[in-house]
């Protein structure tokens, strides 16, 4: 698996392009204030470029509603060393497994239990719905190991319903894939 995870992360930067992010929606609550460091999945800024947030929330495979209304992206101040982070495949393996018919079956169970107890579906903002789609299968993504964290370097931007992500000359033109269609 090292290798993998070695080979997988050749293409890392620190700079616009080929930088590691990391999306994420709301606050949970008041107190939750500016993200300070990284944890869980992230992935490389240019598959977001063009993007708005409900597109972002689309091809992550995150729940339903999670970037409803906003997106921040960060930037890592840093790269995760080796040894500190797994490669887990792209956006449409949630957590880094396949999405066969028995996941499915149980998004769909989950999905709807939610729906019966809660009355409406309030996506991120509700802990006990932890079922999540599968993303774009174009899109990589990595995970930090448990207790690790990386501060954040920049805040990137907000991305709305109306603002995609911005490339980091302000186009919004989709990332292109080599002999492949734009992301969306």
Request: one cysteine or more; glycine letters at 8%.
């Amino acid at each position: 698996m090292e290798i993998v995870n070695e080979s997988s992360s050749r293409s890392w930067s620190l700079a616009p392009g080929n930088r590691l992010v990391k999306v994420v929606g709301p606050p949970r609550s008041a107190d939750s204030g500016e993200l300070k460091s990284v944890t869980g999945y992230f992935t490389q800024e240019k598959y977001l470029f063009g993007l708005s947030c409900t597109e972002i929330e689309r091809v992550l495979g995150l729940r339903p509603n999670e970037l409803a209304y906003y997106a921040n992206v960060y930037s890592f101040a840093w790269l995760p060393k080796s040894g500190e982070f797994e490669y887990k495949m792209s956006a449409a393996f949630p957590g880094g497994e396949v999405f066969d018919e028995s996941k499915k079956k149980d998004f769909f169970d989950k999905r709807a239990a939610h729906l019966e107890t809660k009355g409406r579906y309030k996506g991120a903002y509700d802990a006990d719905y932890d079922a999540y789609p599968p993303g774009s299968d174009m899109v990589p993504q990595w995970t930090l190991k448990a207790g690790v964290s990386i501060p954040v370097g920049a805040f990137i931007c907000s991305v709305t319903r109306v603002t995609p992500f911005p490339r980091s000359n302000g186009s919004v033109e989709r990332y292109k894939p080599h002999n492949r269609v734009p992301i969306a």
